[in-house]
């Protein structure tokens, strides 16, 4: 039932009501959860190319919502950061996500099922965003979790 129930949440994140930008959704909510990261790295974490984290950067950045910040180990680097905004962006996109991921359960699962299926996917993340990580060339490794 796990694995039904991540698949409904992932379908319900790309279909929920009003996400017209599915990767500038995704890359707030990574950068949610850890220290800044450069562009490269959160390019990789999410599987687009440089190009298009260049522009969804821009777009973030414009709405006040990533901030570029000097990388406090090596100052000729940009690290990427969340704004208070895009912070609370991030957590406004986490709480539509829950609420999309409820509506698309059956009426009869239990909460202790929806805690199962929430704990499958934050582990599915977790596997997914720490693989990425190990792809990382040594000099790029992020410094997060």
């Known amino acids: 039932m796990a694995s039904a129930l991540v698949a409904l949440s992932e379908d319900a994140a790309l279909q929920a009501p009003g996400f017209a930008m599915p990767p500038a959704m ?3 909510t990574a950068l949610a ?3 800044p990261i450069s562009a490269g790295v959160l390019a990789r974490i999410l599987g687009v190319t440089p190009a298009t ?21 090596d100052r000729r680097r940009t690290l990427l950061d969340l704004t208070p905004a895009g912070e609370t962006a991030a957590r406004g996109i986490r709480d539509r996500h829950a609420r999309a991921l409820a509506a698309s359960l059956p009426s009869e699962c239990g909460s202790e099922d929806v805690r199962h299926a929430l704990e499958a996917v934050r582990d ?3 596997r997914t965003t720490a693989a990425s ?6 000099s790029d490794e992020p410094r997060r979790m």
């Open 26 to 28: 995704r890359a707030l």
């Open 33 to 35: 959860t850890g220290a």
């Open 53 to 73: 984290m260049s522009r969804i950067c821009g777009r973030l950045e414009a709405a006040d919502l990533l901030a570029r910040v000097s990388d406090p180990r």
């Open 124 to 126: 599915r993340l977790r």
């Open 133 to 138: 990580e190990r792809s990382l060339p040594a």
